[in-house]
């Protein structure tokens, strides 16, 4: 009897110390997000031509922007960007 609860306990320690760690990586990991971080987003002119970028973020400031070969579009004259203003100038958050 004393040996199972000596498994159950080393078994629940070993979760215990799974779950901290678990928790340590997510906050290192969520904070390199926030610092350095990439995604794609479309850039468009006043005559509505739009072009797809990747933009690199560093601490909140555009470190790279490269276009992304065959992603554009050319909309109608009367199209109207669906985006809020903010959104569409803010490059990195």
């Given amino acids: 009897m004393e040996k199972i609860i000596k498994i159950l306990l080393v078994i629940a320690l070993l ?3 799974s779950m901290f760690c678990t928790l340590a990586l997510q906050i290192i990991t969520g904070q390199t997000i926030k610092e350095h971080y990439s995604y794609t987003k479309a850039i468009c002119n006043k005559s509505n031509f739009c072009q797809d970028y990747e933009i690199t973020c560093i601490n909140g400031n555009a470190s790279e922007i490269n276009p992304i070969t065959g992603a554009t579009i050319q909309h109608s004259k009367d199209w109207q960007d669906p985006r809020n ?4 100038e803010t490059l990195c958050w």
Avoid: F, G, Q, T
């Avoid at 203003?85 to 569409?88: A, P, R, V």
């Fill in 85 to 88: 203003k903010e959104s569409i």
């Fill in 15 to 17: 979760l215990i110390i």
